[in-house]
C-alpha cells in the first residue's frame, strides 16, 4: 500500500505536512460536466446537467462490440470491460486506446487529465493515453469498489476502512477505520464503513457504516460533521447499497418493496423521511424520480407537485434524468417490443420512445438494470447490452424525426358558450389561449394552428430553447351555430382536443 507519515487524531490517520495552499486547493469542489463516474456523478445521483432536454435518439450511431461500465467527459467515453479500461471518440466509436489488463472493476471516474477505477486496486490513468499514472493496492482479497473522486481526493473503502488518497500520486491523506454509533441500548460502539462506493457533495463526503449508520465527514480532514443510525432495523436487508445526493438531501438503502429506508438532511443528518424504490434513483437539485414495481415518479420538492407512470408489474427500469428528460427502460412482457422512453420532468409529458430492438434486446428481463445500462452526455444516450455498448442519437440526416423533442402543448379553453345573434367578440367570444414551449435545443419554427367546424387558423411562433409564448383565438357564437363543435389544437405534430358547447339563447 502507498503510505506515508501519518499523525492519529481519534480514529482518523492524517498525513502530515499538508501546507494550507494545498488545503484550500482540497476545498474547491468542482463536479466535471457529463456522466463522469459511479452513478453519473459524485452524488451517485444518476443525473446529467443540461439546460434543455435531451435531443430524441432516432438512431443508433455506433456500435463497439465490449460491454461494461461507462463514464463520458468532453467528447470522449471510458469503458471499463473485463479487467481493462478502453477510451472511445465519443462521436464515431473510434477506439483511443485500450489500457492492460489491470484488474479493473466498476465504473471509471474521470477528472481532468486523469481516469481513476477500482477493481484490484485504485489505478489512475492518463486520460489521453491510458498509461498508469499510480497504482495503489491494499493487502486485501476484497475488490476495491468504485472510487469517488472530489476535492483533488480519491475516496475508496476497502475491508471496512475509509481511505482518501491524494489524486495526484495515490498517496494517502488520511484513512478512517471506524465511527461511534449510539445502539437502540444506549450503548457506544465503534462500527466499520460499508464497502460501497461513497457519495460527495460541496460541504461533505458520505459513508455507510455498521448495520444501518450513515455519517458525514469533513472532505479534507475526515472529521465527522454528523451520524445517524437507524436504531430498528431489518437484519436481512442492507441499508448502504445506495448511498445518492441531491436536493439538500442523503438517500440510502437497497431494492426493496418492502422496507422503508430513511432519508436524511444532508447538513445535519436529521431523518426528513423514508422511502423505498425498486432501482437506484435519479436525484436533481429540486426533484427525485423513483421507480417501483408498479411505476415510476417523479416528485418535486420546490412545488411539492408530482407526476407519474403506471403500468404492468415489473415493466419500468431504472430512471435517470437527462437536463429535462427522465430516461426509462420499459418492458410491457407482451409481444411488444421493450423500448426506451423519454419524459418531460416538469409535467410527465411523454416526449419520444426508441425500439430496444434496434439493439437486438427482446428478451424478458434483459431491458432491466442492471442487465442492460444506459448513460448520457446530454447529447447522446449510450447503452450497455450483455455483449456491446451502443451509441443512439437524434439524426442528422432529416431521418426518421431529425427534429427532436416535439413542443409542450397546453390549451384553456371554456367548455360552453351562450349562442348570441349579435355578439362582441370582446364579450361573447370563447377564448382559446394556446400555450406553447420549445423542447428542443435549438430555435424552431412552431406552428400553431385552431381547427372548429369550417375554422381553420394557422399561427407561426418562433421559440428559441426552452422559450414559451401564447398564442390567442377567439370563436364567436355566430361562427358555429348553437349545439356541440369539436375542436382540434395543434402545435407541429402535438395535439389537444375538446368540445364547445353553444347553448341556445335565453330568453328575456
Avoid at 194 to 204: K, N, W
Avoid at 305 to 324: E, F, H, K, M, Q
Avoid at 425 to 452: K, M, Q, S
Wanted: with cysteine; hydrophobic share 35%.
Amino acid at each position: 500500500m502507498a503510505t506515508g507519515a501519518a499523525l492519529a487524531t481519534g480514529s482518523v490517520l492524517v498525513s502530515a505536512g499538508a501546507s494550507q495552499e494545498v488545503e484550500d486547493l482540497q476545498r474547491s469542489f468542482e463536479e466535471p460536466r457529463g456522466w463522469s463516474s459511479h452513478h453519473g456523478n459524485t452524488g451517485n445521483s444518476a443525473t446529467v446537467p443540461l439546460d434543455g432536454w435531451l435531443p430524441a435518439p432516432t438512431s443508433v450511431a455506433w456500435e463497439y462490440d465490449h460491454t461494461g461500465d461507462v463514464a463520458v467527459v468532453d467528447q470522449v467515453v471510458y469503458l471499463r470491460t473485463d479487467g481493462e479500461v478502453h477510451s472511445l471518440e465519443a462521436e464515431d466509436g473510434t477506439v483511443r486506446w485500450e489500457s492492460d489488463d489491470i484488474g479493473a472493476a466498476g465504473t471509471p471516474a474521470v477528472v481532468d487529465d486523469a481516469v481513476y477505477v477500482g477493481g484490484d486496486a485504485v489505478t489512475a490513468l492518463e486520460a489521453p493515453t491510458g498509461e498508469v499514472r499510480w497504482r495503489t493496492g491494499f493487502e486485501s482479497e476484497s475488490q476495491v469498489p468504485d472510487p469517488t473522486v472530489a476535492f483533488e481526493t480519491v475516496y475508496v473503502v476497502v475491508d471496512g476502512t475509509l481511505y482518501a488518497l491524494d489524486r495526484s500520486d495515490g498517496s494517502i491523506r488520511w484513512e478512517r477505520e471506524s465511527v461511534t454509533l449510539e445502539n437502540r441500548d444506549g450503548e457506544k460502539e465503534e462500527v466499520r464503513f460499508a464497502s460501497t462506493p461513497v457519495a460527495g457533495d460541496e460541504e461533505s463526503i458520505y459513508a455507510g457504516v455498521g448495520d444501518a449508520g450513515f455519517v458525514a465527514l469533513d472532505p479534507v480532514t475526515g472529521d465527522e460533521q454528523w451520524s445517524h443510525q437507524k436504531l430498528y432495523h431489518a437484519t436481512h436487508v442492507n441499508y448502504h447499497d445506495y448511498l445518492v445526493v441531491g436536493a439538500g438531501r442523503l438517500f440510502t438503502g437497497q431494492i426493496s418493496e418492502a422496507e422503508r429506508f430513511p432519508v436524511l438532511d444532508a447538513m445535519t443528518g436529521e431523518r426528513l423521511e423514508s422511502t423505498t424504490y425498486r432501482f437506484p434513483l435519479a436525484v436533481t437539485e429540486t426533484a427525485n424520480v423513483t421507480a417501483g414495481r408498479n411505476g415510476f415518479r417523479a416528485y418535486h420538492y420546490d412545488t411539492e407537485y408530482s407526476w407519474s407512470v403506471g403500468g404492468s408489474l415489473d415493466a419500468w427500469g431504472r430512471p435517470i434524468v437527462v437536463g429535462r428528460t427522465v430516461v426509462v427502460a420499459h418492458h410491457p412482457y407482451t409481444d411488444e417490443m421493450p423500448e426506451l422512453y423519454g419524459f418531460d420532468l416538469e409535467n410527465g409529458d411523454e416526449l419520444w420512445s426508441f425500439s430496444l430492438g434496434k439493439l437486438g434486446i427482446a428478451e424478458d428481463n434483459t431491458p432491466m438494470w442492471p442487465h442492460i445500462s444506459y448513460v448520457s452526455d446530454g447529447d447522446t444516450l449510450y447503452v450497455s447490452t450483455r455483449d456491446r455498448i451502443a451509441a443512439l442519437r437524434s439524426s442528422e440526416d432529416g431521418g426518421e424525426d431529425s427534429n427532436g423533442n416535439p413542443p409542450r402543448l397546453s390549451v384553456q379553453a371554456p367548455e360552453s358558450i351562450e349562442y348570441r345573434e349579435e355578439a362582441d367578440p370582446a364579450e361573447d367570444g370563447a377564448d382559446f389561449d394556446v400555450t406553447v414551449t420549445n423542447r428542443r435545443n435549438e430555435t424552431t419554427a412552431i406552428e400553431v394552428r385552431l381547427e372548429v367546424d369550417s375554422i381553420d387558423e394557422p399561427v407561426f411562433l418562433e421559440l428559441g430553447s426552452g422559450e414559451t409564448d401564447t398564442a390567442h383565438y377567439t370563436v364567436t357564437s355566430r361562427d358555429l351555430g348553437a349545439g356541440e363543435h369539436d375542436w382540434t389544437v395543434s402545435a407541429n405534430d402535438e395535439t389537444e382536443t375538446g368540445t364547445l358547447v353553444v347553448t341556445e339563447q335565453k330568453e328575456c
